[in-house]
């Protein structure tokens, strides 16, 4: 039972959704992460689900536990919730968490991720000396990342990244999917988006 926990934990590091009211997408097929104005941050985990002894009630059964637990373990109510877990087509499973901030988010899914100004980062270890480009047309980011107002969005998980707010700037080797969520690079470990 533990062993699916874990699992569902695991999961979790794969995701990103909507940046406070983002547009995610009815249907959701790819690990994906939300992150809304106000820091909510939701997680579509997506992996397989293709062995004949997997049962969806138990897993969905461990993951609110696993919620109740971390909740309790920082009492905080509501820092974690499960919001559903479903079977996919092809043999896949989706469990979809929503989380009171980034520091929760990062914790319990053991996946680096930060939402706030460029200075907050800065204060919680995150390099800002990073090249960055726009999304409008490629041009570099001119200027320290320091000194650009706005809010940031780091992350170390691969999924598509929806954001509420305007996206400006990204970091090399991420890219912008056709619905103008964000892709990870898969060539460095975070990925950088600059929010005006």
Known sequence: ?????????????LFLGGC???????VVEVPTVSVDKDGII???QIGEFDKAYYNLAELSAMAESEAAQYNAEK???GAVALEKAEALD?????VVYRFDGWESCSDFGEEKLFF??????AENGFDTDIAMKSVKDGAALSGELLQETGKL?????????YCSGKVAYISEGASVNGDGSIKPSGETELTYILLK
Not at 90 to 94: E, L, S
């Open 75 to 77: 009492g905080r109510e």
């Open 116 to 121: 706030g100004t460029v200075q907050e980062a």
């Open 20 to 26: 406070g009211g983002a547009k995610v997408p009815d």
């Open 153 to 161: 969005v780091v992350t170390g998980m691969k999924a598509d990244i």
């Open 1 to 13: 039972m533990r062993r699916y926990g874990r699992l569902a934990v695991l999961l979790c590091a």
């Open 90 to 94: 092809a043999g896949k499973v989706m």
């Open 42 to 44: 939701t997680v579509w």
